[in-house]
């Protein structure tokens, strides 16, 4: 698989997760395990190089994930720290934090 392919869809099922437990109440526990293995499966798959352009971005999404599952689950719960091993940076402080991602996008259009 391409790697613009296996970046795409990594960074399109990271931000269907977090769509997915956005104050979210009723979470699919058996769904999600699924989902966050896959995810982790693919984020794996990408290099450093790729990781080292985009984990900013993905620390800003899936960050946002962490902190909807924080909310619902814990601070301690397992699902909160397999989702947390993909990031690497700062996360964002809630699950409604946009602030950095748009920072993060703008910083990059004058890179274009």
Known sequence: MHLFTR???????AGAFEG??????DLDMEAMVNWVGNLK?????L?????????????QTLG?????????LGEGHSMV????????GRL???????????AFKKGHQKDE
């Open 47 to 59: 290099p450093q190089e790729a990781l080292g352009e985009i984990q900013p971005a993905i620390d």
């Open 64 to 72: 946002r994930a962490i902190q909807s599952l924080i909310l619902r």
């Open 20 to 25: 997915y437990v956005y104050h979210r109440e």
């Open 41 to 45: 499966a693919a984020h794996a798959l």
């Open 92 to 102: 964002p402080a809630s699950p409604d934090d946009f602030q950095k991602e748009k």
């Open 81 to 88: 720290e397999s989702v947390r091993s993909m990031t690497r």
């Open 7 to 13: 970046i795409y869809e990594f960074a399109a099922s």
